[in-house]
Structures are given as C-alpha cells and as structure tokens.
C-alpha cells in the first residue's frame, strides 16, 4: 500500500478497468453496485492507499467530524460503558459516532485501514494500537486516543487507571515534539 503519493478514484477505475463512477458508488456503498464489485474496489483502494477527499464530506456532513470508538466485542461490558459516557460526553453537535468492533486484541492496520475507508477524522480505541497502525494513523493524520489502559508508547494520548498512584484516572499527552 503506497501511503505518500495521492490515488484517487481515476487510479482505482483505470486500474479495475471500471468507470470512475462505479469507484464512487462502490466505495459509497450504493445498492446498485454488486457486492464483488464493492469487495474488488475496497481491495484496490486498500491496495492503492486510496485517501478520500475529507474536505468535500466534512462540508457534506454539516462540518462535523467523524470520530470511531474501536474496541475488542461488544459483549465488553467496559467498551459499551465507555462508548456510552464518551458519546454522552462528548459534543454530539460536532461529531458523528462510529463503532467498530476489532477482530484481534490489538489495534492493527487492517482496522486502521477500514477507519481511513470510512472516513474517520480520530479514533478513541479500547485496545492497544499495533507500532505499524500507529506509525500509518500519524501519516494520515489520524489522532488515536487509548482508554483503559496504560501502553509502552508514548507518541499517543492514553487514560488509564493507575492503581499504583492510589487509583483515579491518569492521562498521559505525548510531548509537542512528538505530536502527529
């Protein structure tokens, strides 16, 4: 997947040799494309390192940004008591809420890769981001917030409780420096 050089949709078309809007509606999600169809442009785009234009849906979408609670099930009671106290928290006039459900205990860069897909602006994750998802979020610009524990990388902002201190809920900010 080439991360650096821009792909849009022409290069996915000219590549499927398929017109540029069936690369459109496929990614889009549209009823009149098949789903093979969708699977082989969501491979390719995947492929390609497809970036979609988040200028023209942030405008779409009344400005607001798109924010995805990742986590490992939803049997979690933790994930869903968290999704719910943070999207209660959190300004629902300025963010859309995604939640997706991770199939590996760690944060890896096939869920980072369906989070760029679906268009999502930051990532609050319950589970513990792989070096090579956190490595491809800060060139996409993509923040990602760990909630509920503590990890050995302190490029990214984590909440945590830390029972060594007394209990209570510790926070911990990368450096400026540091700061995707």
């Known amino acids: 997947m080439s991360l650096l050089k821009q792909v849009g949709?022409?290069?996915?078309?000219?590549?499927?040799?398929?017109?540029?809007?069936?690369?459109?509606?496929?990614?889009?999600?549209?009823?009149?494309?098949s789903e093979e169809m969708k699977r082989k442009v969501c491979a390719k785009a995947i492929e390609m390192g497809y970036s979609p234009n988040n200028v023209e849906e942030y405008i779409k979408k009344d400005l607001k940004r798109n924010i995805a609670f990742?986590?490992?099930?939803?049997?979690?009671?933790?994930?869903?008591?968290?999704?719910?106290?943070?999207?209660?928290?959190?300004?629902k006039d300025k963010f859309n809420f995604n939640v997706i459900i991770s199939n590996s205990n760690f944060l890896t860069l096939n869920d980072l890769k369906r989070c760029i897909l679906q268009r999502i602006d930051?990532?609050?994750?319950?589970?513990?981001?792989?070096?090579?998802?956190?490595?491809?979020?800060?060139?996409?610009?993509?923040?990602?917030?760990?909630?509920?524990?503590?990890?050995?990388?302190?490029?990214?902002?984590?909440?945590?409780?830390?029972d060594f201190v007394g209990g209570g809920f510790s926070w911990r900010i990368p450096d400026k420096n540091q700061v995707m």
Request: aromatic share 10%; charged share 25%; hydrophobic share 40%.
């Open 70 to 91: 990742l986590g490992p099930d939803f049997t979690n009671s933790y994930f869903m008591l968290m999704c719910n106290e943070l999207y209660h928290y959190l300004n």
């Open 122 to 162: 930051g990532i609050i994750t319950f589970i513990e981001p792989s070096d090579e998802a956190i490595e491809t979020a800060k060139l996409y610009r993509i923040p990602i917030e760990v909630v509920g524990r503590e990890i050995n990388n302190s490029s990214i902002d984590q909440l945590y409780t830390n």
């Open 9 to 33: 949709l022409k290069e996915i078309a000219y590549e499927l040799k398929v017109s540029v809007n069936t690369v459109s509606r496929a990614l889009r999600d549209c009823d009149d494309i």
